[in-house]
């Protein structure tokens, strides 16, 4: 998946009848594997929503950005969940 210059990244991954607990790992690997794919030559951060793949329910959002290293970094917001 490329993930450069998108305004609007969702990423579909869990069920709704899987635990908050194990939706919370899957996004933190998934938001892991994500950081290595992103591309922040025309803006300086990056939301992406996490959604749940069977009937649409918000997850969490994370936000990407370099810090002052030059690494990406995130942080994964679960406070507006739907679930």
Not at 30 to 50: G, R
Not at 52 to 78: A, H, M, Q, W
């Amino acid at each position: 998946m490329s993930a450069s210059n998108q305004q609007n990244l969702a990423i579909h991954c869990g069920t709704t009848t899987d635990s908050f607990e194990k939706l919370k790992s899957i996004c933190e690997k998934q938001a892991n594997e994500l950081k290595t794919k992103m591309d922040f030559s025309a803006q300086s951060e990056i939301v992406v929503s996490f959604w749940t793949e069977d009937f649409p329910e918000l997850i969490c959002t994370g936000t990407f950005r370099k810090n002052s290293l030059g690494e990406i970094v995130y942080e994964l917001d679960f406070s507006e969940s739907t679930l």
